[in-house]
């Protein structure tokens, strides 16, 4: 079972990089530019992953999917709490490093993997995490970047698209309300552009800087090393801690909080007037490496689980 777990996610991130290499190639070729995959960007932040996350919740409320819920917030809340701090402690001197490190690309590459390893209605345990990651983001992480305590604001979490399909999907959850097939369908049919579209914008952030100067960035490295290999370290000993008898959940806060550095690092750096460069290099440097760390880190810890009572 470890193995076949593995197999999965390594298939699944090699499909990823291929969709990153077309990426790649288009920006190359000036089939498309930066501000396309800005323009691509919007896209997947505005529509697709609201899509997924709401689907996510088009199922029956019962005991069991309400104690789900309840239990990917307390997850998300205990892991990211953990990561956020290792990443302070580690690298609170470089803040594009920080936010680099402490938040996970849970949404481009978590929910994929999520849906293959553990099917589409899993995406919900990882609803938590998903929301909470992006709120963080929005005020937290762009706190770290501005040094400015004034970016926490509640507004700006407000206008979050995730956090809003989040709410739109408890409402649907919560009160039943019934969905149309058509629209259903529609969203799945969004949903699974997840996956092409997030790889797509990340090989033409790869596309932006030479890969030479990107293997040779031992401050990447070093960001790299804490976001693939520290925070899952500690995430591992949290998830078996907090959920020793829900192995669905513990997988799927697993596979969202072991993902790379997020993508979202470059555009925050962008708007808050850090090193842009700097924060693609992470972001493609912890792609590219994710390939081996992800695939070893949860055959290690379906391993643990099988022999551990």
């Known amino acids: 079972m470890p193995m076949e777990t593995a197999a999965i996610i390594l298939r ?5 990089f291929l969709y990153m290499a077309i990426g790649w190639w288009m920006y190359k070729k000036n089939l498309i530019t930066q501000e396309g995959s800005r ?12 899509c997924v996350i709401i689907q996510s919740f088009c199922v029956e409320r019962s ?10 917030f307390a997850g998300a809340i205990a892991v990211l709490t953990a990561a956020m701090m290792v990443s302070h402690l580690l690298l609170k001197k470089k803040p594009v490093d920080n936010f680099g490190a402490a938040f996970s690309n849970a949404g481009f590459m978590g929910i994929p993997l999520i849906t293959a390893t553990l099917g589409e209605q899993a995406v919900i345990c990882a609803a ?10 929005w005020t937290y992480g762009q706190m770290i970047l501005s040094g400015d305590r004034r970016a926490v604001s509640l507004k700006e979490v407000a206008k979050s698209p995730v956090v809003a399909a989040l709410a739109a999907g408890m409402c649907i959850f919560l009160l039943q309300l019934p969905v149309p097939s058509m629209i259903q369908s529609s ?3 969004i949903a699974r552009l997840n996956a092409p579209i997030a790889m797509i914008i990340l090989g033409v952030y790869l596309g932006h800087v030479p890969i030479r100067e990107i293997l040779c960035d031992k401050n990447a490295w070093k960001c790299s090393a804490v976001r693939l290999m520290v925070i899952p370290a500690i995430t591992v000993v949290v998830l078996r801690f907090m959920f020793p008898d829900n192995q669905a959940m ?16 470059a555009v925050y750096a ?8 700097y924060a693609v290099k992470i972001v493609c440097l912890s792609t590219l490496l994710s390939a081996l760390s992800m695939p070893l880190i949860m055959y290690a810890y379906m391993a643990a689980c099988s022999l551990l009572p």
Do not use: E, T
């Open 270 to 277: 962008q708007k808050g007037a850090q090193d842009y460069g």
């Open 187 to 189: 969203m799945g049919a």
């Open 12 to 16: 699944q991130i090699i499909i990823m």
């Open 250 to 265: 513990a997988m799927a806060l697993l596979l969202s909080a072991i993902a790379p550095v997020g993508s979202n690092v």
């Open 39 to 50: 323009s691509m960007a919007h896209l997947l932040l505005y529509v697709i992953l609201p």
């Open 128 to 137: 938590g995490m998903i929301a909470l990651l992006n709120a963080l983001q």
């Open 63 to 72: 005991a069991k999917n309400i104690r789900m819920i309840q239990q990917s």
